[in-house]
């Protein structure tokens, strides 16, 4: 981590605890449903790495899959896939350019990174506030029936 001396130890305390301050709300939140709350961790822990890799990105949005009836429920999910892939096409020709060829530079790489970041915490955060929403709908729905 390229910082001042003086702010180095302050930085690594702030990207380190940074995941865990974004945990505690979820656990709580989602502490009925264990292979969600596993899923969104896994995501977290490959967003915010340093350096993430496609692998943790496809394994992360594989694990997607499992959970159909919240995916139906994100409305710009067009835009969000959209998004995720036209970077990930981006991101080898970038790398392609900048250290190979030798005519691009870092900042066209580090942008479509970003840009691909940008779009899978869009897609988690909204992953995660549909499926409590449809949680909190069959708990409705259910508490309905029972009182009938």
């Known amino acids: ?7 180095r130890d302050f930085f690594l ?5 940074h995941p865990f301050v974004i945990m ?3 656990c709580f939140q989602l502490q009925t449903r ?3 709350l596993a899923q ?17 990105i496809a394994f992360s949005l594989s694990m997607f899959v499992m959970h159909p009836r919240s995916i139906v429920r994100i409305k710009p999910l067009f835009l969000i896939g959209v998004g ?19 005519t691009g530079n870092a900042n066209f790489y580090y942008f479509q990174n970003l840009i691909l970041l940008l779009f ?5 955060s909204t ?16 508490k309905q029936t029972k009182s009938r």
């Open 34 to 36: 264990p292979l969600l």
């Open 40 to 56: 969104v961790l896994l995501s977290i822990v490959a967003l915010f790495k340093p350096y993430p890799d496609m692998s943790d």
């Open 84 to 102: 995720i892939v036209i970077p990930s096409c981006i991101m080898p020709l970038m790398w392609y350019m900048w250290l190979t060829a030798g």
């Open 13 to 17: 305390v702030l990207f380190h605890l």
């Open 24 to 26: 505690v709300p979820l």
């Open 1 to 7: 981590m390229e910082t001042f001396e003086r702010f």
């Open 120 to 124: 899978l915490v869009f897609l988690v």
């Open 127 to 142: 992953f995660i506030h549909r499926t409590i929403m449809r949680d909190r709908i069959i708990k409705a729905y259910y």
